[in-house]
């Protein structure tokens, strides 16, 4: 009889984790992309992830009760332990000259941009919540985990998990609003004379903000 996949993966079975790689990769890219606003980050995240649960493949037992959960709480962790190196890496390269870019005024560019837009909003107002309320609201509300997997997640109890999701929501609810209209201040045009200011002093100004 084949062994369950949890068993094949802790035995070494690398096919077996490529099926746990093929179901799971995209819940995890999703959760950084949310989390940070980043897609290239993302990207560094989920093989950091996929990296370290196979290095802890000896934990996939009978405890873990949801593998997409167990890969959800290495993720976070992969995030916290992170983030501080790739703020110093975005800084760096925020102070390089950009290329110059042709523009495309298709709608298709113009939608991507809002979106962008919008998303790096999300990610700005998410990180000025505290890292608990942060982690907890991120795993539940973004990545769809119940309360209870939210907790095995993170090694929290689920009241904890409740709380702190409360405390989040309550502070998100004006905070993207805040950021959304501080890009439109940075974007609107300054004093009577209707001058638009230089483009590239609105994007150093917002890539500030989000890597404050």
Known sequence: ME?????????????AFAEIFDEHAGVVYAHAVRTTGDWAFAEDVMSLTFL?????????????????????????????????????????MSRLSRPEMLPDFSDEVVGQMADAQRLAAAARALQRLKRTEREVFALVVWSDLGYAAAAEALGIPVGTVRSRLSRAREKLRGLVDEELAADRRVLEPQGASGHIPDSGVAVRASHRRGTR
Not at 3 to 15: K, Q
Not at 59 to 85: D, F, H, P, Y
Request: proline share 2%.
């Open 3 to 15: 062994l369950p996949l949890n068993e094949r993966v802790r035995s070494g079975d690398r096919a």
């Open 52 to 92: 370290e649960a196979w290095r802890l493949r000896d934990k996939l037992c009978k405890e873990v009760r949801s593998v997409r959960a167990w890969l959800l709480g290495i993720a976070t962790n992969v995030m916290r332990n992170t983030a501080r190196s790739a703020r110093r890496h975005r800084a760096a």
